[in-house]
């Protein structure tokens, strides 16, 4: 809609035609064209902030630099969408040492099966 609306002189019906044709009013095709031009505008300025910020930090994630700017018109989700489609996402960084290793454990067998246990502190169990 919008490269009709921008070149509408070169249409050869009229606009009241054209509206019609797409089951619009001429009301309802302003108010989409003031949307566009809003989130045109909303997108280049979170474009700027966005670079200004992942040249200080480039590791920050998207959803902390929605936090830290906290926009009014534009949603979290939407905030998310538009960073990676300007590619100012980051990969995710999976660290590969972990803090437990169970290679090479010895499991022992369980030594009470069958064994009755009739008074205090007869076995004794550890981890």
């Not at 003031?34 to 994630?61: A, C, F, W």
Request: hydrophobic letters at 30%.
């Amino acid at each position: 809609m919008t490269y009709f609306w921008e070149h509408r002189s070169e249409l050869e019906v009229s606009l009241n035609e054209f509206y019609k044709s797409i089951n619009i009013t001429k009301q309802g095709l302003h108010q989409y064209l003031n949307r566009q031009m809003h989130y045109n505008e909303e997108t280049i300025y979170v474009k700027q902030i966005l670079e200004q910020i992942r040249q200080d930090h480039p590791t920050l994630s998207c959803r902390a630099i929605y936090y830290k700017v906290n926009p009014v018109s534009i949603g979290r989700d939407k905030f998310e969408r538009m960073c990676k489609e300007m590619g100012f996402t980051i990969e995710r960084h999976i660290n590969p040492c972990r803090t437990t290793n169970s290679n090479g454990v010895i499991r022992f067998d369980n030594l009470l099966i069958g064994i009755e246990i009739t008074s205090i502190n007869q076995v004794k169990k550890s981890d």
